[in-house]
Each structure stands twice: as C-alpha cells, then as structure tokens.
T-cell receptor, first 115, second 112 residues
C-alpha cells in the first residue's frame, strides 16, 4: 500500500531563517505531488504541484519554492522566512489512471511557526 | 479561475439531526468531485468522491453527496449525525487537470 511521510511535524523558526520541509511517498511510482497550506477560514491553498522530476508548477507567488529532486520526494523551501509564512503545510499525492480514480492523499502535515 | 464555495462555515447540530453541507464550484467542463473530512487532531481523509455515473454517491459512515451538474453543486448529506461526526469538512474539485481546488471548509459541531 502507498504511504506518505512528511517531516518535521512541527518547527519554530526565526524570521529570516531558511526553511526545508520534506515529503516522500512510498509504494507508488511517478506520483503527482502537491504542497498545500491550510489556514483557518481559508481552507486549503494550493502552493505547488509537480507531475514529474524537476517539474514544478507554482500557484501562488510568494516567499516559498519547491523542488522535486527524486521521483517520490518533494521539498518545500524558503531562503528567508517571513512571519506570514507561519501555518500548517500539507504534502499530498495523486496518481492518474489509478484504480482509485485520481484521489488525492494527504500527509499528516507540518506546523510552522515563524517568530 | 476555478473555485469552490462552501457557504456554511460553522454548523452546530444536535445528535440525530439531519445534515446538509453546500458546495458549489465554478468550472464548465468535466470534473471530479470530492468531500474530505478532518477529525480533530487527525489528517485529511477521503469521505466520498464522484467521477462519473450515478450522481448520488455514497461514502463512508453514512454520508452521501449528490452531483447536480446544472447547479454546479455537490452537496454533502447525512440523515442522522452523531457526536463523532464533529470535524471539519472540505469540498474539492479536480477540474480536468492535475490540480485539486478546495473550498474553505465547514466546521461541524455535533452536540451530544
């Protein structure tokens, strides 16, 4: 079965420091990968998605970037964090033409607090 | 731009009451539709989904949703809620691309 791992689960970072959140998917190949941010009252905001290694689509221009160095690895980064980057970040995956029919599956999320 | 609207942000019900959560989307083409649930302290889980065929979809825990194409709606229903249904519910649409667009969510509180 497929699993998705995301870490760290929580972190507190000072303003201006770098960020790296990592996500890996096991049990499938060539997944579509996603980063979302969940904020109270605003639902899930799609930040980035990737359909293959090195292919990144950005949905919201901001202080973050994403990379996909390997097929099942997706990284969310920032060179200098802002207070407004605080939030709950979710990694997710889906697979086209799968028996489950394109369902998206989520990791457990990472709480980021920028102080 | 594609969007998903959930009109009820907070809903409070007593146990055994009926539930209907509204969801409307803006996209004229073929869509895949989903409802996800997030119980307190847990990650997002799939409740049910629509891809094609019968517009009335049944999911886990007695939930169902009806796709009405003419109204661009995919409302979630449950005839009799339980205290354990307290959670946040998200409607989502996959508008024919790789993207999944989510609504702002509805927080449901069921009073015992």
């Amino acid at each position: 079965s497929q699993t998705i791992h995301q870490w760290p689960a929580t972190l507190v970072q000072p303003v201006g420091s770098p960020l790296s959140l990592e996500c890996t998917v096991e049990g499938t190949s060539n997944p579509n990968l996603y980063w979302y941010r969940q904020a109270a009252g605003r639902g899930l905001q799609l930040l980035f998605y990737s359909v293959g290694i090195g292919q990144i689509s950005s949905e919201v221009p901001q202080n973050l970037s994403a990379s996909r160095p390997q097929d099942r690895q997706f990284i969310l980064s920032s060179k200098k964090l802002l207070l407004s980057d605080s939030g709950f970040y979710l990694c997710a995956w889906s697979r086209d033409r799968s028996p489950s029919g394109n369902t998206i599956y989520f990791g457990e999320g990472s709480w980021l607090t920028v102080v | 731009a594609q969007s998903v609207s959930q009109h009820n942000h907070h809903v409070i019900l007593s146990e055994a009451a009926s539930l209907e959560l509204g969801c409307n989307y803006s996209y004229g083409g073929t869509v895949n539709l989903f409802w996800y649930v997030q119980y307190p302290g847990q990650h997002l889980q799939l409740l049910l989904k629509y891809f094609s065929g019968d517009p009335l979809v049944k999911g886990i825990k007695g939930f169902e949703a009806e796709f009405i194409k003419s109204k661009f709606s995919f409302n979630l229903r449950k005839p009799s809620v339980q205290w354990s249904d307290t959670a946040e519910y998200f409607c989502a649409v996959r508008p024919g691309t790789y993207k999944y667009i989510f609504g702002t969510g509805t927080r449901l509180k069921v009073l015992a």
